[in-house]
């Protein structure tokens, strides 16, 4: 499902397993689950995140962590380093890859309109396995208590084709600090599939929030996903 690879496997997963995750509901670029955002915050900003998902599929499961440091050293620019683990059920859990990123915000800060570029560089822990380049354009827009967002995916792998992808969603608040919202991504293949999701956003205290959702996919075979987000703001 998913591949990975690092030389600081043992730091980051401690790091962030020894702090609890979140941020406050915008500026961080994880106003989603599935889909990235431009808003970035302001310069010196440090998000500790740590994402789970769950997958059924074809008679079997697995589970997906992948916890990920961001660092906004200028209110346009972040940098990102995260880990990627997956556990096939009656496995154990298999260090998959470290992946390198950044994520640029193009329009003027405080915008209604948000519009951005997302580089990631994913290096394999498995020598028979190709590292990955994925690109992506960021889009936000907020109206009144909605915010809708969108990406275009590119990822190529070493020696492959390249592949073409999709992102999408909209969310509104109910109340202070809550958030609903669906979202949906997948490929832009001639057989295209993915993954939609119903999602509940809720900003614990100010500096930390959770992200849930959960949901199936479409024209494959995961019959259930569910997936989480905690964010910590710092």
Request: hydrophobic share 40%.
């Amino acid at each position: 499902m998913k591949k990975a690879h690092f030389s600081m496997t043992s730091f980051l997963p401690v790091l962030v397993l020894g702090l609890i995750p979140n941020i406050a509901m915008s500026d961080h670029g994880r106003d989603y689950l599935l889909v990235q955002t431009a808003r970035l915050g302001s310069a010196g900003d440090i998000f500790l995140i740590t994402r789970q998902d769950y997958f059924h599929e074809g008679g079997t499961s697995s589970y997906i962590f992948e916890p990920l440091l961001s660092w906004t050293v200028h209110d346009q620019i972040s940098l990102e380093i995260n880990a990627d683990a997956e556990k096939v059920r009656g496995e154990k859990l298999n260090y998959e890859a470290t992946v390198l990123g950044s994520r640029v915000r193009l329009t003027p800060e405080g915008r209604s309109l948000a519009i951005g570029l997302a580089f990631r560089y994913k290096m394999s822990s498995d020598p028979d396995s190709e590292d990955k380049l994925k690109l992506a354009a960021l889009g936000t827009y907020q109206i009144n208590s909605w915010l809708i967002g969108g990406n275009i995916n590119y990822e190529k792998h070493k020696g492959a084709d390249h592949e073409w992808g999709f992102s999408i969603g909209a969310k509104r608040e109910l109340r202070h600090h809550i958030n609903l919202g669906i979202e949906m991504s997948g490929n832009l293949d001639d057989d295209p599939n993915g993954e939609t999701i119903v999602g509940l956003y809720y900003e614990l205290i100010h500096g930390m929030q959770i992200n849930v959702g959960i949901g199936s996919g479409y024209n494959n075979d995961v019959d259930f996903t569910a997936k989480t987000a905690f964010i910590w703001w710092f």
